[in-house]
């Protein structure tokens, strides 16, 4: 079993940066995919971007796109997301998920582990 641990949230102005971790530990952390999903106050949560197992690959949403940037370090078991140029709309509560099955994450249907989530808030 994996567990999955978020941090690096926070409040900023927009325009400002962030860099999100989600730090893995309790399984083989190169056999999964990873993807960051956020959920806003109100409103459901969205699939944001993803990578692959070996981080050749990733997808994102048109919405960060040029704007997010997510990496992984398999031997740091940690994966990261870049944050540039953020604005209110970015503010939500951003969770990474683990899934053997990269194209779920990216179907916004993953199966698989949970972190309990980190807030980012940018204002105005």
């Known amino acids: 079993q994996v567990q999955l641990v978020e941090s690096g949230g926070g409040l900023v102005q927009a325009g400002g940066s962030l860099r999100l971790s989600c730090t893995a530990s309790?399984?083989?952390?190169?056999?999964?995919?990873i993807g960051w999903f956020r959920q806003a106050p109100g409103k459901e949560r969205e699939f944001v971007t993803a990578?692959?197992?070996?981080?050749?690959?990733?997808f994102s949403v048109d919405s960060v796109k040029g704007r997010f940037t997510i990496s992984r370090d398999n031997g740091k078991n940690m994966v990261y997301l870049q944050m540039i140029s953020l604005q209110p709309e970015d503010t939500a509560v951003y969770s990474c998920?683990?899934?053997?099955?990269?194209?779920?994450?990216?179907?916004?249907?993953?199966?698989?582990?949970w972190g309990q989530g980190t807030q980012v808030t940018v204002s105005s």
């Open positions: 998920v683990a899934d053997v099955n990269y194209g779920r994450i990216v179907a916004g249907n993953p199966s698989g582990y």
């Open positions: 309790g399984g083989t952390f190169g056999n999964y995919a």
């Open positions: 990578i692959t197992k070996s981080g050749s690959r990733s």
